[in-house]
């Protein structure tokens, strides 16, 4: 079956950096993608990945390792409104997007 | 504002009502989709709307019913539910969807749906 792992809830100081993980084992790789969702509010794309390596938004970076089923997503100088869950999705051989779900993000001062 | 809005935000409906919950975006967008999102969960794709044509049913209980009049707007129809169906249901949009690529979805805000 297809599976996205990441963790469901991480605690981080405000001013620091957090990175939150996912794997994902699927049939097939199209790209995965990152989304904030404040509580009771939509998702809001963060960030694509299709090819190896680290992309990076700001304070905010994306790495991809393909052959590890393997992403990161990266909060640099966190901020109180950093507080939300991370989704990763991974788009699979038949351009499905499969669904993690999610870490919370808490943020502390 | 993510250009794309959610009616109502909140329902409360017994399990014998009916009531449709509506999804509307002004992006231009051509391709529409209805998530149910339970606490804990990974989001669940139900419904994708493509050029107005459905083209995506996750083996959806009938009791879920969407609807596309057009490219802006959609629909899902809702009735006998169950207590289970309580959830936050999201519509999304796109650009159209074609056989290689894929464009990032923009969300509405969702609907809240508590069946008692």
């Known amino acids: 079956g297809q599976n996205i792992d990441q963790p469901t809830e991480m605690t981080a100081t405000e001013g620091a950096i957090v990175q939150i993980n996912c794997t994902y084992q699927?049939?097939?790789?199209?790209?995965l993608f990152w989304y904030q969702q404040h509580a009771g509010e939509a998702p809001t794309f963060l960030s694509y990945?299709?090819l190896d390596g680290l992309e990076e938004k700001g304070r905010f970076s994306s790495f991809l390792s393909r052959s590890k089923g393997y992403s990161y997503l990266l909060l640099k100088e966190l901020q109180m409104k950093d507080s939300a869950s991370y989704l990763c999705a991974v788009l699979d051989s038949n351009y499905q997007l499969i669904w993690g779900a999610g870490t919370k993000l808490i943020i502390k001062p | 504002e993510t250009g794309v809005t959610q009616t109502p935000r909140h329902l409360v409906m017994g399990m014998t009502n009916k009531k449709s919950l509506k999804c509307e975006q002004h992006?231009?967008?051509?391709?529409m989709y209805w998530y149910k999102q339970s606490a804990k969960k990974p989001l669940e794709l139900m419904f994708v709307y493509s050029l107005e044509e459905r083209v995506e049913n996750n083996s959806v209980p009938s009791r879920f019913s969407p609807e596309c009049p057009n490219s802006s707007h959609l629909f899902l129809h809702l009735h006998t539910l169950q207590p289970e169906d309580s959830a936050l249901y999201l519509c999304?949009?796109?650009?159209?969807?074609?056989?290689?690529?894929?464009?990032?979805?923009?969300f509405g805000p969702g609907t809240r749906l508590t069946v008692t």
């Open positions: 990945n299709v």
């Open positions: 699927t049939s097939g790789f199209n790209g």
């Open positions: 992006l231009g967008h051509n391709a």
């Open positions: 999304a949009s796109s650009q159209a969807l074609t056989a290689d690529t894929y464009y990032e979805q923009y």
